[in-house]
Structures are given as C-alpha cells and as structure tokens.
C-alpha cells in the first residue's frame, strides 16, 4: 500500500520529527512500555486529494463535541503503542484521522487502522480549546520525565509557582526556553475529561507545559519537537536540583534579580 506521506514533503517531514521525539523520549526513560501520546494537528498539510481519500474505520465517537476542531486532521499515537515503535516506524504505529462534520466522531485515514491512544478526547479537547484562543499551537505531548515527576510527590513543590521558580534558578537557559513554567494539576484520573479540563484551565493560565501530579507533563507547541524542547529543559532543571541535593546540599539558585535580568535580556514575559 503507498503511504499517505509520498510526494507529500512537508507532512512527510512532520511524522519524521514525530519519530524524531519520540525516539528522544524512549533513550530518556520518560515513555515506559506504551507510555505517553503525541498529537499533531496537520490540517495546514491535507490536499484536496487527501480530502478525497475514503476512511478505513467506520466514524468512532470522540466523546465529547468539539466545535472548532471540524474540518480538522490530526496524526495520533496508537492505543497501546510504544514510543520506541512509533519511532522507527510512525505510520505502524500511528494514525491520520479527521473529525467529521458533527464534530463528534472521528475517522482513520491512513496509513493504517491503528486506533488511537484512549487519551484521544483528552487531547483533542486541548486543540479544540487552542483553536477556539487563536492560538498557533499545532502540537500536544504527554510524557514522564523521572525527576519532574519525582518533584511532584512533595506537597510543597505543588503550590502555584513555586516549582516554576525554583527550576527558573536552577539554570539560566531554563527561564529563556520555558518562559512560562510549569503549571500543576493536582492527581486526577488519567484519560478522564476531568483531567483534561483541568489542563485546559492550566493551559489558560499561561502555561506551555503542565505538570499532572504524580503522572506525568503534557505540553503544547507550535510542533513536536518545541514541545519536547520545553519539557526537555524543565526536567533538566529537576536534575541539577536533586543531583545537589544528593551531594548533600540545597542548591543556591539563582537570585531573584538575576532571573530579573534573564528576563530583561531575552525580553521574556515578567
């Protein structure tokens, strides 16, 4: 069977850097057996030959309506699929779908009918949410970075913020590539629409990235691999913190006014 993805070069290089990341994620330790979901919205890809194309499920209900994400397509992770699968091999492991018209009930197009995660509705309910602010943000990751979801079996790292600030001190790159964060839900069940809602109100709140307690991160991006960037730099944070605190010391951190000039510099968001 030709795949979706020949003489179509940009959507091509999408799903290369889908695998790209999750490749990243597997040599991290942050996407155990099938662990975690990536989500992008490749609607700016579709031709019109590609809207012509037939489904090859029968439409399978969302769950949930989402008005804005009609006329909409996006490629998903499988249920049940391994990070280190989707990255040799995305379009096996992976589905394009597209929403239907009641905006209700979705549809896999290619390459094949590989259902995706269980944490479809949660994820779609985000770009529905992205779409409906005007935002460019195309991409939405859920992964589990050890040490940031280490840090979040401490109460105290759990108020709003101040995880935020003290990843921000730990190094400078981390307030100039993560300007807005990490936001916190506190546990909730995964895949329910309660933890999606919750994330969306996070999200609104201004932040990029969203820590679920004891769970793991979701982030959303302009692509894949920013979202990844992000997380990547936040977790990398939670690792000098803990590596300080396993020689035996709590780490100084930088100072308020240094973070302060950081922001001035780069002309981050106060």
């Known amino acids: 069977m030709t795949s979706i993805l020949e003489n179509r070069p940009a959507l091509k290089a999408e799903m290369e850097k889908v695998a790209e990341t999750a490749g990243y994620l597997w040599q991290k330790g942050w996407a155990e057996r099938n662990g975690g979901n990536i989500t992008v919205n490749i609607t700016e890809h579709v031709d019109d030959a590609m809207r012509a194309l037939p489904a090859i499920s029968a439409p399978i209900a969302i769950g949930l309506t989402l008005p804005n994400l009609k006329g909409c397509w996006f490629f998903c992770k499988g249920t049940q699929k391994r990070m280190r699968d989707l990255a040799r091999r995305p379009m096996d492991n992976g589905s394009i779908i597209r929403i239907t018209d009641d905006c209700a009930h979705y549809e896999i197009v290619a390459d094949n009918p590989v259902k995706p995660t ?124 803990m590596c300080a605190r396993s020689m035996g010391f709590i780490p100084d951190g930088m100072s308020q006014a240094q973070m302060q000039e950081i922001s001035t510099v780069f002309n981050l968001p106060k």
């Open 118 to 241: 269980s944490e479809l509705p949660s994820h779609l309910a985000v770009h529905n949410y992205l779409i409906g602010k005007g935002s460019g943000y195309k991409a939405s990751l859920h992964t589990h970075p050890i040490e940031l979801v280490a840090m979040s079996h401490n109460p105290e790292f759990l108020k709003k913020d101040v995880l935020t600030n003290l990843l921000w001190s730990m190094i400078p790159e981390t307030k100039a590539f993560a300007p807005r964060g990490l936001g916190i839900v506190p546990y909730m069940l995964p895949s329910s629409n309660e933890l999606a809602d919750a994330t969306i109100k996070a999200i609104d709140d201004n932040y990029d990235v969203v820590m679920w307690e004891k769970h793991g991160v979701f982030a959303v991006e302009n692509d894949i691999m920013s979202a990844f960037d992000q997380v990547d730099v936040l977790n990398k944070s939670a690792n000098i913190y």
